[in-house]
Nanobody, 119 residues
Framework: VQLVESGGGLVQAGGSLRLSCAASGSIFAIVSMDWYRQAPGKQRDLVAR???????TYADSVKGRFTISRDNAQNTMYLQMNTLKPEDTAVYYC??????????????WGQGTQVTVPS
């Protein structure tokens, strides 16, 4: 399974970006797809999650500004980020949890994409 992220970049405070994460490979069933972020010197934190049933959860710091969504047919996940703040600056990673036909679960990380919001 491979994850390819895109959409990061530099944007001024108050601006918007849309991240994409495309999954490919042998995927029997997706359990959930997540976005994490890691700022320099900090731990990697969960930003948003969308489950196979479409249930979404968000970190308090991004609620009302970020929206996670999925295109099930394309196995692609998106993160629409609005009203960006300097504290949103980080490397953003997508994470995919899958379930095999035997019921085993595996997790995969994307390569990360940099989002920079200058102060």
């Amino acid at each position: 399974v491979q994850l390819v992220e895109s959409g990061g970049g530099l944007v001024q405070a108050g601006g918007s970006l849309r991240l994409s994460c495309a999954a490919s490979g042998s995927i029997f069933a997706i359990v959930s797809m997540d976005w994490y972020r890691q700022a320099p010197g900090k731990q990697r934190d969960l930003v948003a999650r969308i489950t196979s049933s479409g249930l979404t959860t968000y970190a308090d710091s991004v609620k009302g500004r970020f929206t996670i969504s999925r295109d099930n047919a394309q196995n692609t996940m998106y993160l629409q980020m609005n009203t960006l703040k300097p504290e949103d600056t980080a490397v953003y990673y997508c994470y995919l949890e899958i379930r095999t036909v035997n019921g085993q679960r595996y997790g995969y990380w994307g390569q990360g994409t940099q989002v920079t919001v200058p102060s």
